[in-house]
Every structure is written in structure tokens, then in C-alpha cells.
């Protein structure tokens, strides 16, 4: 016995075993039915417990369908306008699946054969009408909704409720798309778009009535549409919708949202979009729109010279002030007065190193040179400090060595920034100084002074013009990079007559030619130039091997700038610079493509960059690549969170070449926004064993935290003081602290402005000189090039909300500042900020924040409250407002 049970579970091939295993399998299948059966009646007992509403609704129902095949036409009529009706009131609000639908399921296929059997008439129209409703919850992949619809009576869609037309405007994209490639007629679709669309409007749903216009390739219908109510949640939803569509789809849509604006005279958000799309004759008609309206011309006159760009063919005379940036000091020094900051600083103020043991350190020259770019920083735009401009002469110069001496008294020029009056005073003093380190730091300061402000008198021009031919290198280099600080983004004629020429000058170095190469990158940013463009390709031929020493990556980036962002305007200048061989052309193509496409967050450009990163090689021009990644993602905040995860993967995989340009990739991230995620791992790589590493990552806290005064980063390299006493990191280490506190906390060198919708081209080239700089650290910034951290002044400007009143006077509001949130796409009026505080203006806005106005007194004249806003008194301000009561 026991053997015969051992041989049982032994899988035989003998017929009883089969048998038994049948039995089983049966048993257990008859025992699942049970349990299903079990299931089903649980589910049917539940079915059968209908309210007695529910069950006569749904006998009701089930005799129209009966009724509805009756072969007399005039019944099924009847039977089915009834059923049309019971459909209609379930359908016009979906706050719960409708019952008609649920109950008419199972009959969705005995309506369908009936259809079939019908003859042609009223009521087989009729039929089509219910089945296209029904289709929404019965329908396949065949698009039934839509093919029923076509073939029904043509009645108004509104009738049946707002889910059915957003199921048929999802149907009738896809049909669209399929019927172009076949090449058939769309004539029946557009019609129903055009019915549709009227109904999304007035239904709070803008955003599916665009949507449907852009798979339909109608979006210009959307003018019919628009009116005071809707204009603005419209035009924000293209705005956005614009960032992930190809060119030139991108630029048709802004340009439809510029027409919108135009339309309903919102003129200062017409101009903004004009400014995204970079098209000259756009803003100039925008500016003559509004020629007769002095209050609105002015508004428009601030926010172009935010920009810094000038509107051609336009007579701007009478506003000439505002755009030439005249006033900026003016306001930035009644923003200081409010928030009591005039008093001019020490570095040892900041750096408090008499709370830690670096107070021991030795006065060097080294350590001088980095307080006086802490000074500079700290006090700009201030008009005063207390080692360069005091009236006692400090002699603070003197404390400084050969090429120190020349930043020393360059960093005047940032201490005065846009004050030209008061400023050549205090600058003229050093330059007819016979120190000739000392003279040439005064050409660089005068450059500086007048960054961004342009003046009749042309101060800069007529000061640094006759030094541009002189015997001394030292002096051509600082009038020259002087002057491409000074005119960045001007793109005017008689610079290039004057500095071109320079360019082919056999006798200078590459130093000398880079910095030639980035003064004309700086004044011609974004023009794409061709005559320039050949220029400095011919000159990179004919340096041959010289086109890839370490400061010819200057003339490289002034090559780029000229096509900063705009995308394949650059192909032709990729192609020329494919004649380049060795490492000189290859610097040049990334440089060019990532400018060109700096800002786009374009997917592919950044996966060509990948890609080269990880050919396996050593090769130096990998840095440059993850640059040129963080530079094509910064404006969108999609990208830049992808990018952290990128740079993770090459920090642990990468070469020491990709290592050293992370840090500054994540400065160039987030300039003057001290993300966490990014100052951790700053943090992190600021104590690596690689000294460039580590003095990136040093470099780039500040660039993080420029013009913030944040007190973690501030906590950190107060630590990195200490922990690098008596390294070369010091300087890197001073250098961050000057930059954290630049403008005592009230300036930004962010590029992106007005809401972060407009990147200022200008802003993006003085930061792309400072890290194509940071990306040889130890031959350019450790050694003789350290003026190259004034670059950083292109980008400079202060980051306040100032309000104005009609002639130009402060005019202190109250205004609400909080976090700001995204509503694109939110019907109704969401609320535009978060966690806000109440403040009177003058106030200072983060990079994420944003301000409204907390009294309705006065009426702004631009939507975004950034910048320089001017107000105007609101007629219907309410009884109990100040203003009101003053006029009663």
C-alpha cells in the first residue's frame, strides 16, 4: 500500500490519471462558477433594487427603443423625440453618470441595427442624434460620436451638454488629422469647429475652444470670440501652449496674441509678446498705436528699456529719458532711501571675519583684490563707498599689484553704475594717472558707469574711442572691453567700423582678439549679423591653431551672441564653422548652436549635448556642452528640474571635464534664485578634492544667491572661509560673498523678467563671459583676467516694484507680495499669489514672487507689477478708499 501511494502524484501517461485530473479540473472550475454565480447575483440583487422611479424610467426608456423600430414613421418619431428628450435633462449637468445613458447601454447595439434598417428620413436623422450621445459612453475606437453627429439632423450641439462637445472636439481632432493625410475634404469638420468654439467660449472653456483650433489648424478664428472677460485667460493659455510648439507655429500664435491684446488695448502685454518674438516692426507699431497717449507711451518706454532695446523708426523723443535708462539711478536711489540702505559698506561688514579665526590672515595682495570686487559688488549703484569714492583719498589702489590695480579702479565704475553725471567726476581722478595699470582700470570704469543707459553726449564713446589704437595692449583691451560693456545690445554701425578692424590686427595675442571678439558678440547680441559673422569666421581660419588656445573661447562666444536665441537663423554660420577642423571649430559649433537656442528648453538640442558628453572621450569641450545644456534649458522650469537629474548621472559617470562645468552649469540654472535642491549639491561639490571644482561650485553660490542676502548660503561660505583659510579658494570664497550681497540685497542679475516671460538677451551675454570665463577658472579668472567678473554688470538691475504716478513722481501704494501661482488654463479669477505680505512701494520682489495692488484708488497701467509701474487714479475707486473721500 504504502508504494502505491507513493507512485499517485507521479504525473503517468496511462488513461486513469488523465481521468482523475479531469474530475479535479472539473470540480474546481464548478466551484469557481459557484462563487461568480454568487457575485452576479449579489450584483443583480443589487440592479434589482431600483427605486421606483429608477424602474419606471428604465421600462419607460426600453419601450421608446421597442416603440422606436415601429415601421410607422410618425411612432418611432414620437418615440424617439422622447427619448431626446429624457437623454437632454440627464446630459445638461454631469454631476453624476446620467441614468438614461446607464439604463440605454444594453439597447446601444439594438439602436445601431435599427439605424441600419431605418429608411432614409427624419427619423433615421433623429436615431443618429441619440446614438451619437450614446456613443460617448458605448462607443469603440470608430470615432462613433463624431460619425453619428455628421450623419444626424444638425441640431445645436448645446442642447446635449458640455461633456458631448468635449467628446466631439476630441473626436473631430483626431478625424482631422487623419482625413489631411489622406488628402479628403475637412469642409464638414470646420463647420462643426465653428459651432463648437462660440459654445466653449461663453462656457469658461477657453482653453478646449484653442485647443481645438490649434489641431484644426483655424486658430485666427479666435477673434470673433474674444471680449473683455476672456481676452486675458486666452491669451495666457496660447502664451504657454507656445513654448511647446515647433517653429514657426510658435511665433504665428504669440503673434495671434499680440492681435488680441492690440484688440482689447492692452497695450504694455501686446508690446511684452512683441519683445518675446524679437520682431522690430511689431513693437515700433505698437509704439505708434499709442503715440497721442503720453501716460501709456511712457509705460511702453519703461518696459523696453528693461529690455534695453530702442523701437526703430519711431520718434520717442518726448519719453527719450525713460529709454535711455536716464532715471534708473534716480529710482534706484529713492528705492535705497525707503528701505534706508545709502550707507556705503565695508567688506569686512560682510565677510565678519573677526567672528572666525581668518582674521589672522595676513593683508595680501590677493586678498585686497577680492575686497575691492566685494566693494564694487556690494556698493553698486550706490554712488558711494568708503575705499574708492570717498573724499579723503584712501590709497586704497596702492595696495594692490600690476593687474589688481586695474580691477581695483575699474570696480569705480560699478560703485557709480548708472549715474553718468555724478559718476565721471569720481572716475576722471585716476584716469590721467601715470600709473598706466591705474588709467586703463578708469577706461574699464567708464565702460561700466554706462551699462545699460545710453546719453546724447555719448561719455563712453568719445573717452574710450581714442585708446582703442594705442601702443599698450593693457589699454586696448580695457577701452575695448569697455566698450562692449557699455553699448551691450546697442548693435550700432560705428562700433563695428571702429572695432573690426582690430580683429584682424596680426600683431595682439588671442587674449587680445577674444576680448575684441566678445565686446562686438555683446553690442551686437541677437542680430545675426552676416557681415560680422563672416568677420570673425575668417578670423578663426586664419588663427589656425590659435583658435583654440583658452581665450579664444571669447571670440567663439562673441560668434554666438550674435545668434542668441534665434534657432535656426543659425544654421547657416553651423554649416561655415564645419570647415573648421580640430578643437577651435568645435568650441565654435556648440557655442553657436547652444546660443541659439539658449532659453528654448529645445529637447533635441539638449540630447545632441548629451550625447557628445558621453562619446566615451576626454575631451575638454565636454564642459562646455554641459554649459551649453543648462543654457538651452534655463527658461523653463520643466528643463531646469530635468537638467538636476542629468547633472546627477554626470557627476557620477562624467570626466573631470564635465565635473568642473556642473557647478557653473547650476549657477547659470538659477542666477539670484537660491533653489535648495541646487544649493545642496553646490554645497557638496564646494568641498571637493579638485581645486576647479570646488572654486566653481564656490563661484556659483554666489551667482544663486546674487543680490539676495540669503542666510543659508551666507552661513555656508562664512564656513568656507574658515575651512580655506589660507588657500587660493579664499578668493573665490570673497568673491561669492560680494555677490550674495551685491547691491546690499537689492539687485538681481536673473535674466528672465516681467513675470519670467522675457529673457533679456543682454543680461544672458554677461553671464555667458563670466562662465565661458569660469570654465578655464585657473588660467583666466585665478590669474591676469579677473576684470572678466565686471562682465557680470550686463546683467545687473535692481529688483523692485516701484510705483509712479502720470508726471513721473513716486507714489507710495499699498501692494500685496506673495509667492506666485500658476493659473493658466483656471476658469474664473484664481488667485495670481500665495502667503502674502502687505508692503508700500517701494518694495523688492524675489525671483518667484509676485505684487497686486491692495487698493483699488488706482488702476495700473501694465497687468504684471514689475519694474517701474505707473498708475492712474480709478474713477469707480470704492466710497470708503481715501482717495474717493477726498474727492467728495
Known amino acids: 500500500m504504502p508504494e502505491k501511494e507513493v507512485t499517485i502524484p507521479v504525473p503517468a501517461r496511462g488513461g486513469s490519471n488523465k481521468e482523475e485530473d479531469k474530475k479535479d479540473t472539473e470540480e474546481k472550475n464548478n466551484n469557481t462558477k459557484t462563487k461568480d ?23 419607460d426608456l426600453e419601450l421608446l427603443v421597442e416603440r422606436s423600430r415601429d415601421e410607422k414613421e410618425e411612432i418611432a418619431l414620437t418615440a424617439l423625440e422622447a427619448l431626446k428628450t429624457e437623454i437632454r435633462s440627464s446630459t445638461s449637468s454631469m454631476t453624476s453618470v446620467p441614468k438614461p445613458l446607464k439604463f440605454l447601454r444594453n439597447h446601444y447595439q439594438t439602436l445601431v441595427d435599427i439605424y441600419k434598417n431605418s429608411k432614409e428620413g427624419k427619423a433615421k436623422t433623429s436615431l443618429a442624434d441619440i446614438l451619437s450621445v450614446l456613443a460617448m459612453a458605448n462607443g469603440n475606437d470608430e470615432r462613433d460620436t463624431l460619425k453619428y453627429k455628421l450623419l444626424g439632423s444638425g441640431e445645436a450641439i448645446a442642447s446635449w451638454g458640455h461633456e458631448y462637445v468635449k467628446h466631439l472636439a476630441t473626436e473631430i481632432g483626431v478625424e482631422y488629422d487623419i482625413k489631411k493625410e489622406e488628402n479628403q475634404s475637412v469642409e464638414d469638420l470646420l463647420k462643426l469647429v465653428d459651432e463648437i468654439v462660440p459654445f466653449q467660449m461663453t462656457h469658461n472653456a477657453e482653453p478646449e475652444a484653442c485647443d481645438l483650433l490649434l489641431e484644426v489648424g483655424q486658430l485666427s478664428k479666435i477673434f470673433q470670440f474674444i471680449d473683455e472677460n476672456n481676452y486675458s485667460r486666452v491669451c495666457l493659455y496660447l502664451f504657454k501652449c507656445s513654448y ?11 503673434k495671434v496674441c499680440v492681435e488680441i491684446y492690440i484688440k482689447m488695448k492692452q497695450y504694455p502685454d501686446a508690446l511684452r509678446v512683441a519683445m518675446k518674438i524679437s520682431d522690430p516692426e511689431l513693437i515700433t507699431e505698437i509704439f505708434k498705436l499709442v503715440e497721442n497717449n503720453k501716460p501709456i507711451l511712457q509705460q511702453l518706454g519703461f518696459l523696453v528699456a528693461r529690455q534695453k532695446i530702442v523701437p526703430d523708426n519711431f520718434n520717442y523723443d518726448s519719453i527719450s529719458d525713460i529709454i535711455n535708462n536716464s532715471k534708473l539711478s534716480e529710482y534706484f536711489m529713492n528705492l535705497a532711501t525707503d528701505l534706508d540702505i545709502r550707507e556705503p559698506k565695508l567688506p569686512e561688514e560682510i565677510f565678519q571675519s573677526h567672528l572666525d579665526s581668518t582674521s589672522m590672515i595676513a593683508d595680501s595682495a590677493r586678498m585686497n583684490l577680492a575686497s575691492s570686487f566685494v566693494n564694487a559688488f556690494v556698493n553698486a549703484g550706490f554712488g558711494r563707498d568708503k575705499l574708492m569714492t570717498a573724499e579723503e583719498d584712501t590709497k586704497w589702489w596702492y595696495k594692490n599689484r600690476e593687474l589688481g590695480i586695474l580691477s581695483t579702479v575699474a570696480s569705480t565704475g560699478m560703485v557709480v553704475l548708472w549715474d553718468i553725471d555724478g559718476g565721471l567726476t569720481k572716475i576722471d581722478k585716476f584716469l590721467y594717472s601715470q600709473e598706466k595699470h591705474c588709467s586703463n582700470g578708469a577706461l574699464m570704469a567708464i565702460g561700466m558707469l554706462t551699462s545699460g543707459v545710453r546719453s546724447e553726449m555719448d561719455p563712453a564713446l568719445s573717452l574710450l574711442a581714442e585708446h582703442i589704437n594705442s601702443s599698450n595692449t593693457g589699454t586696448r583691451i580695457s577701452a575695448i572691453f569697455g566698450l562692449g560693456l557699455a553699448y551691450a545690445g546697442t548693435q550700432r554701425q560705428d562700433l563695428m567700423s571702429l572695432l573690426s578692424p582690430c580683429l584682424d590686427d596680426d600683431k595682439e595675442k588671442m587674449e587680445f582678439i577674444g576680448i575684441v571678439g566678445l565686446a562686438l558678440g555683446l553690442i551686437f547680441i541677437g542680430s545675426c549679423d552676416p557681415e560680422l559673422s563672416t568677420l570673425f569666421v575668417q578670423t578663426l581660419i586664419q588663427r589656425g591653431t590659435a583658435a583654440s588656445e583658452s581665450h579664444a573661447r571669447f571670440l ?9 536665441g534665434k534657432q535656426d537663423a543659425a544654421e547657416l554660420a553651423l554649416e561655415t564653422l564645419k570647415a573648421i577642423e580640430g578643437k577651435g571649430g568645435e568650441y565654435a559649433r556648440l557655442t553657436v548652436e547652444a546660443c541659439a537656442y539658449a532659453g528654448t528648453g529645445n529637447v533635441l538640442k539638449v540630447q545632441n549635448m548629451l550625447h557628445f558628453c558621453s562619446d566615451g572621450q576626454e575631451n575638454p569641450h565636454h564642459g562646455l556642452a554641459v554649459l551649453s545644456i543648462a543654457l538651452i534649458a534655463m527658461g523653463e522650469e520643466l528643463g531646469s528640474d530635468m537638467c538636476l537629474r542629468m547633472f546627477d548621472h554626470l557627476l557620477q559617470k562624467g570626466n573631470v571635464h564635465i565635473k568642473r562645468a556642473i557647478p557653473l552649469a547650476l549657477g547659470l540654472l538659477s542666477p539670484s534664485n537660491p533653489r535648495i535642491a541646487i544649493m545642496d549639491i553646490l554645497s557638496k561639490l564646494s568641498h571637493d578634492n579638485d581645486p576647479e571644482v570646488a572654486q566653481g561650485a564656490i563661484l556659483s553660490l554666489g551667482l544663486i544667491g546674487a543680490g539676495t542676502n540669503n542666510a543659508r548660503i551666507g552661513g555656508m561660505l562664512r564656513a568656507l572661509a574658515v575651512f580655506y583659510g589660507k588657500d587660493v579658494h579664499l578668493f573665490f570664497v570673497r568673491i561669492a560673498q560680494g555677490l550674495l550681497h551685491l547691491g546690499k540685497g537689492t539687485m538681481t542679475i536673473n535674466p528672465y523678467h516681467s513675470d519670467r516671460t522675457l529673457m533679456s538677451p543682454v543680461a544672458v551675454g554677461g553671464l555667458l563671459a563670466l562662465l565661458h570665463a569660469g570654465l578655464d577658472i585657473k588660467n583666466i579668472l585665478s590669474t591676469q583676467s579677473h576684470y572678466l567678473f565686471f562682465s557680470i554688470v550686463c546683467s545687473m538691475y535692481p529688483r523692485m516694484l516701484m510705483t509712479l504716478d502720470e508726471d513721473l513722481k513716486p507714489l507710495p501704494v499699498s501692494v500685496r507680495v506673495g509667492q506666485s501661482v500658476d493659473i493658466v488654463g483656471l476658469a474664473g479669477k484664481p488667485k495670481t499669489i500665495t502667503g502674502f505680505q502687505t508692503h508700500t512701494t517701494p518694495v523688492l520682489l524675489g525671483y518667484n514672487e509676485r505684487a497686486e495692488l491692495a487698493t483699488d484708488d488706482y488702476i495700473p497701467l501694465t497687468n504684471i507689477l514689475e519694474g517701474i509701474v505707473i498708475l492712474k487714479p480709478n474713477p469707480n475707486a470704492s466710497v470708503t478708499s481715501p482717495l474717493a473721500s477726498k474727492k467728495n
Open 244 to 254: 511647446y510648439v515647433p517653429g514657426p507655429d510658435d511665433i504665428n500664435i504669440l
Open 556 to 564: 567663439h562666444l562673441g560668434l554666438g551672441l550674435l545668434y542668441l
Open 37 to 59: 454565480n454568487k457575485k452576479d447575483k449579489k450584483k443583480d440583487k443589487k440592479e434589482e433594487t431600483l427605486s421606483p422611479e429608477d424602474e419606471k424610467l428604465k421600462n
